[in-house]
Each structure stands twice: as structure tokens, then as C-alpha cells.
């Protein structure tokens, strides 16, 4: 049973920083992108930033292109997402994922399709 579980969300004001992680159990990460989206009150849950661990490839939506770095630590197989200069529009419940490789970049980080999710860590940005 594959288990994603979050931590390191919290409460920082605008221009802080944060490390979210996400520990991937038993999931093959060789063979899954893995990525964090972001969900606000009524409004759909975005990516922000994806990984295919297999090659390191990233992909970041534009608004946090140099401001959050997505890493992944193969010998604990654990997912982080450092964020700097963080703004209140960062705000939102951001959530773990995986996806199985047999899809694509698209079908995971724009559609948000994905095998596996987290519960989800809440981050709060205060102007």
C-alpha cells in the first residue's frame, strides 16, 4: 500500500521560507512523476511543481519559477519542495502526488491526474 504522507506546511510572512516534504513509502519512484499541487477555497487544485525522479526533470507553473526548487532524495525516497520569497497568493492547502510514468507530463501536472495523493499540508502567507 503505497502512502504519501506530507509535513512541513505552516504560517510565514510574506518573504519567508519553507521545506515541505513528502514521504513516499513504498512507491517505485523510479517510475512515477511526483509533484505538489496547491488547493485555495472554491477554486481547482493547480500544480506547481513536478519531478521525474527517473531523470530529474522538473517542471514548475510560472509563477514560482525561481522561488521553489522540487527535489526528491532517492535513499529515503522523500519529495521536498523548498519555498522562498514566499507571497501571499502562495497560500493554500498543497498536496502530494504521484503518477504512474505510462502518462505524461500533461495528464499529471496540468490535469492533476495521479495514482496516489496526500492528505495535504496547510501553508499560510500573511502580508
Known amino acids: 500500500q503505497v502512502q504519501l504522507v506530507e509535513s512541513g506546511g505552516g504560517s510565514v510572512q510574506s518573504g519567508g521560507s519553507l521545506r515541505l516534504s513528502c514521504a513516499a513509502s513504498?512507491?517505485?519512484?523510479?517510475?512515477?512523476?511526483m509533484g505538489w499541487f496547491r488547493q485555495t477555497p472554491g477554486k481547482e487544485r493547480d500544480g506547481v511543481a513536478a519531478i521525474f525522479p527517473g531523470s530529474g526533470s522538473t517542471h514548475y507553473v510560472d509563477s514560482v519559477k525561481g522561488r521553489f526548487t522540487i527535489s526528491h532524495d532517492s535513499a529515503k525516497n522523500i519529495l521536498h519542495l523548498q519555498m522562498i520569497s514566499l507571497k501571499p497568493e502562495d497560500t493554500g492547502m498543497y498536496y502530494c502526488?504521484?503518477?504512474?510514468?505510462?502518462?505524461?507530463?500533461?495528464?499529471?501536472?496540468?490535469?492533476?491526474?495521479?495514482?496516489?495523493w496526500g492528505q495535504g499540508t496547510q501553508v499560510t502567507v500573511s502580508s
Open positions: 513504498t512507491l517505485p519512484y523510479s517510475r512515477y512523476f
Open positions: 502526488a504521484a503518477a504512474n510514468y505510462g502518462g505524461s507530463w500533461y495528464e499529471f501536472f496540468d490535469l492533476g491526474r495521479a495514482n496516489y
